[in-house]
């Protein structure tokens, strides 16, 4: 009950009761503060622009806890733009693809040492000079982050902290590399690169996260594993080892049970299935009863220990994931309240207003940085409220139009008058005709299958591939044909506004591409080849061969090899 209460309470009036971080109250107190005197036009631009930015902080699930004066959000919006986060990404993407380049280059033609050519070595300061880039463009990044958090907020941040950290460690040794002509032989700033796409990414955050919790849950399985994995290491090598004169006892113990340290990792081995049943085969062919001690390594290790290593990674995994979600939601909630209680400041104080005027909401979402479809979606539903006051729980349901999603509308298809053609078009634009196309793509595969198994056993260079060319003549001329078809049915836009037809038809131009080149006149030259041989063999038999002729024939003959 006290919950409800508290949420259906204005953020302002949770701001004088002390309780928050402070960062939202105190946007909504510097708004309220700029409204009063001749500043009311500023103070009017300074709250639609802080709803503009708790309203894109919603829509990215965001936290709202940053500076809000005026000259802190223009350089916030330019930080989260598109352009400055993509100079971000190819920035981390090069700083770890310098691996490949640096030296020890690994980047060689082929992997074969009998061809592999010399490693490109880079001068000295080249690839040092690029890493110098991207750790200035990392020192800019967490420069504007921390200004932009705050100083109380930057504290408590332990990813901002780390990456503080990462980047001075990298620096000296960036500075130590210079300074010794990368001539050292350790470079600790390898190791760190790695980070810089972790703390860009929220995912893996999460995942770091998520790994991080379960590992106590997950460290009492893994003990019972060793545990297990001990214990029949042991029994294991006392049951081997007795009756050494044995011929296939010894077998088994000089193989796996040597020691404990090999019967400890045949078992580890064996834990995975990986030598199944190969490490009990010297022992099974003595006595089939030995099979028992494997059979029941299998079941309690296997079966039932690594399963629920499993269902624990699962069920932890999952619980981490439904916070998550609920974290973004409060975060979404959070954001869109925040911008509710700014946009009431907008013409007098919330005591004065019982709602929000959908025009300036309309203003907000025109400066809003938001995807065509999300501002799309919430701006038709803005205006089919007609000028009527927004309540704090309708200004939360209309951002539930946003998961909905646009659905996306196709093209109208092109009109005909004739009934025929009315026909036509009913025909080849239902979906049973994409099921037809489906199934003479079917055919050509197992076409092509049929031949390559026929002709397994044949050389490419004496393979008769004519009829296998022919065939596929014919379905790339019903693959343009269906093109045509659809392209009749549904129009031109219309044919290019799904994607699985836009497939179809960059792989018919391709296939165009092969029945342009395809000669069926290499079948001829195939059988006078053959033609041209036989004649050669038939004149050493019946009569003197002229042997000059044909050797001069056959040298100039494209398709006929002489095997000497």
Known sequence: MAELQAESKPLLGR???????????????????????????????????????????????????????????????????????????????????????????????????????????????????????????????????????????????????????????????????????????????????????????????????????????????????????????????????????????????????????????????????????????????????????????????????????????????????????????????????????VLLLTGGFPSHRVGVMPQDFLQVLEKAQLSSSQKQAVMEKVRSLDGVLLSADEFQKIFSEVDRGVVREHPPRPCYRSPLLQSAQFLFGHRYFDYLGNCITLANLVSICVFLVLDEDVAPSDRDNFVLGVLNCVFIMYYLLELLLKVFALGPWGYLSYPENLFDGLVTLALLNFLYRWDPRSHERHLSGMQLTAELIFRDILEEPKEEELMHRLRNHPHVRLCR
């Open 15 to 341: 701001a004088h009761s002390g309780s928050g971080d402070g960062d939202c109250p105190q946007a909504l107190s510097t708004c309220r503060s700029v409204q009063v005197g001749p500043g009311e036009r500023a103070g009017r631009d300074l709250c639609i622009d802080q709803a503009v930015v708790f309203i894109e902080d919603a829509m990215q699930y965001r936290s709202i806890s940053h500076r809000m004066d005026a000259g802190s959000m223009r350089l916030y919006r330019c930080y989260y733009s598109n352009a400055c986060q993509r100079i971000l990404n190819f920035t981390i993407f090069s700083i770890l693809a310098l691996a490949f380049t640096e030296s020890p280059c690994s980047l060689t033609k082929t992997a074969d040492v009998r061809y592999r050519s010399l490693h490109w070595e880079p001068p000295c300061g080249l690839t040092e000079g690029i890493e110098g880039l991207c750790l200035l463009v990392f020192m800019t990044d967490v420069s504007v982050k921390c200004f932009l958090v705050g100083r109380a907020q930057f504290q408590r941040n332990v990813w901002l902290l780390a990456y503080v950290a990462v980047l001075a460690v990298s620096v000296v040794d960036w500075t130590v590399s210079l300074c010794l002509l990368c001539q050292e032989r350790l470079r600790i700033r390898r190791l760190l690169r790695p980070f810089f796409l972790l703390q860009n990414s929220s995912m893996m955050k999460k995942t770091l996260k998520c790994i991080r919790w379960s590992l106590p849950e997950m460290a009492s399985v893994g003990l019972l594993l060793v545990v297990h994995l001990c214990l029949f290491t042991i029994f294991g090598t006392l049951l081997f080892t007795v009756g050494e004169e044995d011929e296939h006892e010894k077998k088994e113990r000089l193989t796996y049970f040597q020691n404990l340290l090999d019967a400890f990792t045949s078992l580890l081995v064996l834990l995975t299935t990986a030598n199944n049943p190969d490490v009990m085969i010297p022992a099974y062919s003595e006595n089939r009863a030995y099979a028992i001690f494997f059979i029941v390594f299998t079941l309690i290790g296997s079966l039932f220990l690594m399963n629920l290593l499993t269902a624990i990674i699962y069920n932890q995994f999952r619980g981490y994931l439904m916070k998550s979600l609920q974290t973004s939601l409060f975060r979404r909630r959070l954001g869109t309240r925040a911008a509710y209680e």
